[in-house]
């Protein structure tokens, strides 16, 4: 994966840089922002609102360990059909994308399992309150299911980003770093055909709007020399 611009670039796990370190990034133009974090300091813990978006009826619990593909609406344990460019998902519906990330190419499951509205407060460790003011954090919390064939230890999803509920893209927040609110790893040693991790990125909604939906821009669904490639979307 390339930059941390999400409409330009791709982020790389070798771009993971110093720990602690913060990235604010507008999705329209790409800009971004720098600012250290606090070191390894716990995350503040007040009461918040619940979640905002959950997975819709009828759909399994927990869709990664029951494997549900959004895509076919069959097991995603042998793949199932590759996602297609602009293709809309429900929030607990899985989507099977290729994935490639140096010199890695395999295969993923992604599920959206839930949208969890936060609390401007939720980051007051992270020193950054000149960068988010008047923004509520929306927490975007996702799985990723290995049902390739490669070996993908060490490698970095990411690419994961908030709609509002008008469609505009919200701002993200990437940490660098541990944020117990909205954990987000690379994927574990041994990471072979099966395995899953959760993961969550933090989207950045103005005051008084709402992050409604998720968006996986990741290639081949972004437009960096693809103007037609749209992401995949759950709502």
């Not at 370190?21 to 329209?28: A, N, P, W």
């Not at 133009?29 to 974090?37: I, K, R, S, V, W």
């Not at 117990?180 to 008084?208: H, M, R, V, W, Y």
């Amino acid at each position: 994966m390339s930059s941390i611009s999400m409409r330009k670039t791709t982020l790389a796990a070798a771009g993971l840089a110093v720990a602690g370190t913060l990235v604010l990034t507008g999705c329209k133009d790409g800009n971004e922002e720098l600012t250290p974090a606090a070191p390894s300091a716990p995350a503040a813990q007040p009461s918040q609102p619940g979640g905002y978006a959950t997975p819709p009826a009828g759909a399994p619990s927990s869709p990664a360990a029951e494997g549900y593909d959004g895509a076919s609406g069959a097991p995603a344990g042998g793949g199932g059909a590759v996602a297609t460019s602009g293709q809309a998902f429900k929030i607990g519906q899985a989507a099977t994308v290729p994935f490639t990330s140096g010199s890695k190419t395999g295969q993923l499951a992604l599920t959206v399992t839930s949208i969890e509205a936060g609390n401007p407060a939720d980051l007051a460790s992270l020193n950054v309150a000149d960068k988010v003011k008047g923004k509520t954090p929306f927490y975007i919390h996702y799985t990723a299911k290995n049902t390739g064939t490669t070996d993908l230890s060490f490698t970095s999803v990411g690419h994961m980003k908030g709609l509002l509920d008008g469609g505009a893209e919200s701002d993200v927040l990437l940490v660098v770093g541990k944020f117990d609110k909205c954990p987000s790893e690379s994927l574990p040693s041994g990471f072979t055909n099966g395995k899953s991790q959760a993961s969550c990125a933090i989207a950045l909604a103005p005051t008084g709007a709402k992050v409604t939906g998720a968006e996986y821009w990741g290639d081949p669904y972004n437009n960096l020399n693809k103007p037609a490639q749209k992401g995949l979307t759950w709502k």
